[in-house]
C-alpha cells in the first residue's frame, strides 16, 4: 500500500510503501506521536519499527507491545498491530517479546543463582557457628 512521506530536508512529499498500520498508545514524549492514533509503518531497521509520525516523516520505534498499556496493566507507550500487509512487523514484535523473555529469564536466574549463593553462606555460618559453641561447651 501506498502513503506519503514528507522529507523535512528538501521540504517536499515523496511516495513510499507501507508494510502496515499501528495504532500508537500511551504517552508519546518527545516524539510527535498522539495517543490512540494509527500510523504508517514504511520498514523496519536494525529490530526497530520505521514509523511515519505526525509530521509524517519518519522516525525508528522499538517494536514495543501496546496492549498492556492499553489495558492499564502497565505505563508508557507502544504499538497494537491493526494492518500486517507482508508479516514483518508481526515477526519482529514476536523477536523482540522472545528477546525481552530471554533477558527476563536470565534475570530470574541470576537473582535465584545469588540467592542460592547467600543461603549456603548462611548455612556455612550457622554451621561454624555451631561449632564455635560446641567448642566452648567442650571447654
Not at 528538501?10 to 504517552?27: M, P, T
Request: aromatic share 10%; hydrophobic share 35%.
Amino acid at each position: 500500500m501506498k502513503t506519503q512521506r514528507y522529507i523535512t530536508d528538501e521540504s517536499r512529499f515523496e511516495e513510499v510503501e507501507s508494510i502496515g498500520r499501528l495504532l500508537f498508545v500511551g504517552e508519546p514524549g518527545i516524539h510527535d506521536l498522539t495517543h490512540d492514533t494509527v500510523y504508517e509503518c514504511i520498514g523496519i531497521r536494525n529490530n526497530l519499527l520505521i514509523m511515519l509520525d505526525d509530521t509524517k516523516d519518519y522516525y525508528l520505534f522499538l517494536p514495543q507491545d501496546g496492549r498492556p498499556i492499553q489495558k492499564g496493566e502497565a505505563k508508557g507507550a507502544g504499538w497494537i498491530v491493526i494492518d500486517d500487509y507482508t508479516g514483518e512487523i508481526t515477526k519482529l514484535f514476536q523477536v523482540f517479546d522472545d528477546e525481552r523473555n530471554k533477558i527476563t529469564l536470565r534475570k530470574k536466574f541470576f537473582a535465584w543463582l545469588v540467592n542460592k549463593r547467600f543461603n549456603n553462606l548462611d548455612k556455612i555460618d550457622a554451621k561454624k557457628e555451631a561449632k564455635s559453641t560446641n567448642k566452648k561447651a567442650e571447654k
